[in-house]
């Protein structure tokens, strides 16, 4: 089965790059190829730590 990369939220401040088997399509779904992404970080510290 094909593979693809996923970036998992495991823990506040903790994330971990994975591969991931390629979920199938069905009729009503639309498949989303990411080419570019960013990670924003906030200067004031976040509610959960």
Do not use: Q, S, W
Not at 32 to 40: E, F, H, K, P, S
Request: hydrophobic share 40%; aromatic share 4%; glycine share 6%.
């Amino acid at each position: 089965m094909p593979k693809m990369k996923a970036a998992i939220f495991v823990a506040p401040g903790r994330i971990v790059l994975d591969e991931k088997p390629i979920p199938g399509v069905r009729p009503l779904d639309a498949v989303v190829r990411i080419t570019t992404t960013t990670i924003c970080r906030y200067r004031r510290p976040h509610p959960d730590g």
